[in-house]
């Protein structure tokens, strides 16, 4: 191996959550050992938030990821077959920021106030997600321009959030993070 830790050259630029098991770090890695292969299909079997599949996608190999989350298929969807361009969803981007928040299922099992005393969100945020999550329901899209919001959404609380990148876990007080009010952003495309 010869790429290190720092040397980002030639690593293509990937999103995803704060996430204790992503491969972020070892890319360089990744990419330095499968460049030495002559292949052309990869399988990124356990593809989690998808950095892997996202960065040898961008290199232009042909990529299958593969998870049993349903939130690594919604990143699939969103980083490998979306094509549409930031246009086509920033009409609902501007809707779905604009909704008033309210108290629903993610707050009340979630929200930093919940009876269950769990503290990943503050509850202002976790309301916001309440409202844009029920209405990206609402939308008729094929499940490709869903993920592209779910996707959107999700790193939008992953940028507040109260934990370390592990979501059974989180932390005592308040991250500052936590405090900003979330607002989500075209991505994927
Ligand atoms: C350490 S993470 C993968 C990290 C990923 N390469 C990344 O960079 O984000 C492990 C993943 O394996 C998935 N997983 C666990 N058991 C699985 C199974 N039986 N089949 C497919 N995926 C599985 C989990 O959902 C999780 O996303």
């Not at 499940?143 to 989180?170: E, M």
Request: charged content about 20%; overall charge negative.
């Amino acid at each position: 191996m010869t790429a290190g830790l720092s040397d980002t050259a030639g690593i293509p630029h990937t999103e995803g959550i704060n996430y204790t098991g992503s491969k972020l770090r070892l890319l360089p890695y990744i990419i330095e050992e499968i460049r030495n292969l002559d292949v052309k299909d990869i399988l990124d079997g356990f593809s989690g938030t998808t950095r892997v599949s996202q960065a040898l996608s961008q290199l232009g190999y042909d990529v299958t990821a593969n998870d049993i989350s349903e939130w690594s298929e919604v990143f699939g969807h969103c980083y490998l077959l979306s094509a549409k361009p930031d246009s086509f969803y920033r009409p609902f981007i501007e809707e779905l920021n604009s909704l008033e928040g309210y108290d629903g299922w993610f707050t009340g099992h979630y929200g930093g106030d919940s009876p269950l005393g769990k503290r990943p969100f503050q509850i202002h945020n976790t309301r916001k997600l309440d409202a844009i999550r029920d209405r990206i329901d609402e939308y008729d899209l094929d499940f490709t321009d869903r993920s592209v919001l779910l996707t959107s959404l999700i790193l939008s609380l992953d940028s507040v959030d109260n934990t370390l990148g592990h979501f059974a876990s989180y932390l005592a007080g308040w991250s500052a993070r936590s405090y900003n009010t979330t607002a989500i952003k075209s991505i994927c495309s």
